[in-house]
């Protein structure tokens, strides 16, 4: 059973599930940090944790939970998290196909963009590909943390 799914907008779609373009504006406007990830389970078999340390170096990357010795983060933290960052990196343990957690859609909704490893997990699943950013699309972490630095600079870019 997935942990939530997308839905297009339809005449009869309630007007608070709308966001409209002043929301979007006041909520983007409000994110002044690049990126966060919270982790809870140490030593992936995805390879998450080598991820996460190198890109501590290379941009900053907040990551909170229990892992890397960080404190831990609880409800009213990780929302606020999503409030002023721009991405999340949203790694799973494993990479499974249509597995998806609560990590991608509490970042889409809180217009935190959510990175992933693949764009393969989402595969059959009606995700648009511009929702999200995927590593693989990437051919080094240094060119992974450029664009979303450039992404940062760029209002018009990082809301598309």
């Given at each position: 059973m997935p942990y939530d799914v997308l839905t297009?907008?339809?005449?009869?779609?309630?007007k608070e599930y709308i966001w409209d373009q002043k929301e979007v504006l006041a909520t983007v406007k409000n994110?002044?940090?690049?990126?966060?990830q919270a982790i809870s389970h140490c030593n992936s078999e995805s390879g998450r944790d080598l991820i996460s340390k190198k890109l501590q170096k290379l941009m900053g990357l907040e990551v909170v939970g229990v892992c890397f010795g960080r404190r831990g983060c609880d409800d009213a933290c990780y929302n606020r998290s999503l409030e002023t960052h721009m991405f999340y990196l949203a790694l799973e343990n494993n990479i499974c196909h249509n597995y998806v957690t609560e990590k991608f859609w509490n970042s889409l909704r809180s217009l935190t963009v959510p990175v992933v490893f693949s764009r393969s997990v989402f595969e059959g699943m009606d995700v648009p590909s511009n929702a999200f950013i995927a590593l693989e699309d990437f051919k080094s972490v240094n060119e992974f943390v450029a664009h979303l630095k450039a992404l940062q600079n760029d209002t018009e870019r990082y809301l598309k």
């Open positions: 297009r907008i339809t005449p009869t779609t309630p994110k002044t940090k690049l990126a966060f």
